[in-house]
C-alpha cells in the first residue's frame, strides 16, 4: 500500500537514520513495540562516531565501564572491557557485538545517505528519500544522525593543491596509515588532533603542529582494567548507572559540595593535584562547584593547568605557546597520554599561527608568513559541524513545506532537544536544546531512546497519527536553555558548542547545561502532565480513511 504515491520504494512504520550507539538503540526498541523499521547508514557498518574516526590515539574519554549500554544484562554479562579508556578498535567490536547479539544488521542499509525527508500533511508520514533511490515512506522519522558526523571542511587557501598524502581524522583509511620517514603536518589541536599527535611523533620523521587555539589537556592516566575492579562495577552497576543518569555530567562520580575559596589555598592545590593524579576528564572540574559559574574560582583551575604545561615543555616558547587562556571547560577539555610531553622530542614542531598564521597550502606543503614546510602528508583534525551540521546536510522539508535549514537560520531550536515545532513525528537523539555533548553520550542517548519510544508506544496505543511540539513550548524551552547559559561561562569561549568554528554559522549556544539528572526530570515531568508542550492528533488523512 502507498497511499497513491506511484514513487514510493516502501512503507515502514519508521525510519531511523543514523547506526551508531543512538541508531542501533533505537533499533531495539521499535522493534520491540512491534514496528517494521529500516536503519539507513552511510558508513560501511555500525559504529558511527567508532566507525568513521580511526586515527591513532582515538578512545573515549569517559570511563570504558560507563561509556556503554545499560538495558541489556546480557551485554553487560558477556562483554568485558580491557582498558579504562577503550581504543577506537574496542568500540567498534563492541558496536559490532551488540549488532550481532540482536541480528540487528538485517534491517540496517549501509553506504546509503539518507537525502531528503518531507513530510506529508495529508497522510502524517515523512517520505525519505536515499542516494539508493529508496522513496521510503514511514509514519515516523528518527533522526539519530550524531552530534559530531558531519566533519568541517578545511576552509584553508589551497586546500585542493596539496598533492601529498591528505587525511582527514573524521575519515580515516581502515588499512591505517604508516609516517615512517615522512614529514607529516597536522592541524588541529582539539581533541582529535591532541589524542593523534603523540602517536603520529613516535612515528614519523618529523612532524610540523599546526595550532590556532591552544586546549587545555587532561591526562588520561589509562591503564588495562584489572578484572577483579570490572567484576566489582558490574555487581553494582545498576546503582553506577542511576548515580550517572542522575548527575551533571552522565558519570557516576559525585560532584563537589565545595566552593573554590571556601577551602586554603594548600587544600586548593591539593584537590587539583589530586584531581591531576587521577586523570580524566573531569581531573579539575570535579574539584569545586563554582567551577563553570565563577570567573575568579575558573582563574585558579586555569593557573594550575598552565602551570602544569609549563612544567611539562621544556622549552618555555613552545609552551606559552600552548598554555590556553580561555576559561577552562568552556571549551570540550581535551584527556591525552602524553600529549605535552610530545613537544619535547626533536622530531616535533609547533607552529603557532596566531604568531605564524597560515598563507595557503601548496602542492607540496604548507606556506606560513614566515616559511615554507615541505610535507609528505597532511592530516586535518580540523573537528565538525557540530550538532546541527548532519540535521541540515538532509533536505528536511517539515509542515507547510518548511524547509529546517530555513527555521534554523538563526540558530535551532527544539523543545527538549527531542522535537522541532513544525516538524511532526520526527525526533532528534541528543539534538541542541539537550545536554548531549556536555555529558557522557551513552546516557544521554540512552534516555533519548527510551523518551521517544515510549512517546511512540504511546501514540500507536491511542490510535494518535501526530505528535509535534507546540511553538509555544518550544519558545519557552530554548529561553530556558540560554538563560541557563547564561548562568555559566560557557558563552563566553568562542567554542563548537556556539557554532563559532563554521563560518556563517549562527552564534547560538546549543547545549542545556544544567545536567542530565536536571534534564531527565525535566523530560519525565512533560510526559507525567500528559505530553505537556506536544500537540497529539489523529490526522485528517486518517480521519477521513476511518470515516469512509
Ligand atoms: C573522536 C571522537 C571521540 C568521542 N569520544 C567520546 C567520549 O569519550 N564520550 C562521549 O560521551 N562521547 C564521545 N564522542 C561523541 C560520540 O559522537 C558519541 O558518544 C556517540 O558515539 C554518538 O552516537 P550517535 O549514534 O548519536 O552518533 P554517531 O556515532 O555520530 O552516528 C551517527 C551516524 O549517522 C550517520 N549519518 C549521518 N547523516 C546521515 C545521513 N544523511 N544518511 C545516512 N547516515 C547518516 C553517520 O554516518 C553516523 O554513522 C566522541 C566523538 C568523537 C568524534
Known sequence: MNNGKNDVSEVLDAVIVGAGFSGLYM????????LKCAVIE???????????????????????????????????????????????????????????????????????TVLSAEFDENADTWLVSTSYGERIEAK??????????????????????????????????????????????????????????????????????????????????????????????????????????????????????????????????????????????????????????????????????????????????TAKSLSPIHHIGTKRTCVDTNYFETYNRENVTLVDLRSDPIQEITPHGVT????????????YAVGFDAVTGALNAINIVGRGGQRLRDAWNDGPATYLGLMVSGFPNMFLVTGPGSPGVLSNMVVSIEQHIDWIAGAIEHLNSRSFTRIEASSDAQDQWVAHVNELAEGTLYPQATSWYLGSNITGKARVFMPYVNGCGNYRSECEAVVRDGYRGFQLTTGSFIQQREDA
Not at 27 to 33: F, G, K, P, S, T
Not at 63 to 85: G, H, I, M, Q
Not at 368 to 379: A, G, H, P
Request: glycine share 8%; charged share 25%; hydrophobic share 35%.
Open 27 to 34: 533499533l531495539i526498541r521499535l522493534r520491540e513495540l512491534g
Open 42 to 112: 552511510k558508513g560501511g557498518d555500525v559504529g558511527g562516531t567508532w566507525y568513521w574516526n580511526r586515527y591513532p590515539g582515538a578512545r573515549c574519554d569517559i570511563d570504558s565501564v560507563d561509556y556503554c549500554y545499560s538495558f541489556s544484562p546480557k551485554l553487560l554479562k558477556e562483554w568485558r572491557w580491557t582498558e579504562r579508556f577503550a581504543t577506537q578498535p574496542e568500540i567498534l567490536r563492541y558496536l559490532e557485538f551488540v549488532a550481532k547479539t540482536f541480528d540487528l544488521k538485517r534491517d540496517i542499509r549501509f553506504s546509503s
Open 140 to 317: 515516523y522519522l528518527v533522526m539519530a544522525v550524531g552530534n559530531l558526523s558531519e566533519p568541517k571542511r578545511p576552509d584553508i587557501q589551497g586546500a585542493d593543491q596539496f598533492i601529498g598524502n591528505e587525511l582527514h581524522t573524521s575519515k580515516w583509511p581502515k588499512d591505517g596509515v604508516d609516517f615512517t620517514g615522512c614529514e607529516v603536518g597536522i592541524i588541529g589541536t582539539g581533541s582529535s588532533g591532541i589524542q593523534a599527535i603523540p602517536l603520529i611523533a613516535n612515528q614519523a620523521k618529523h612532524l610540523y603542529v599546526f595550532q590556532r587555539t591552544p586546549n587545555y589537556s587532561m591526562p588520561a592516566r589509562n591503564a588495562p582494567l584489572e578484572p577483579n575492579y570490572i567484576e566489582e562495577v558490574l555487581a553494582d552497576f545498576e546503582k553506577r548507572r542511576e548515580t550517572s543518569r542522575r548527575s551533571d555530567a552522565g558519570t557516576p562520580f559525585p560532584p563537589s559540595n565545595k566552593a573554590t575559596f571556601e577551602v586554603s589555598d594548600e587544600e586548593r592545590s591539593a584537590m587539583f593535584e589530586a584531581g591531576w593524579k587521577r586523570g580524566g576528564i573531569n581531573s579539575l572540574s570535579y574539584a569545586f562547584n563554582d567551577f563553570f559559574t565563577d570567573e575568579i574560582a575558573n582563574q585558579e583551575a586555569q593557573n594550575f593547568a598552565r602551570k602544569k604545561i609549563q612544567e611539562i615543555v621544556h622549552d618555555p616558547i
Open 368 to 379: 606560513t608568513k614566515s616559511r615554507n614546510i615541505k610535507l609528505d602528508s597532511l592530516v
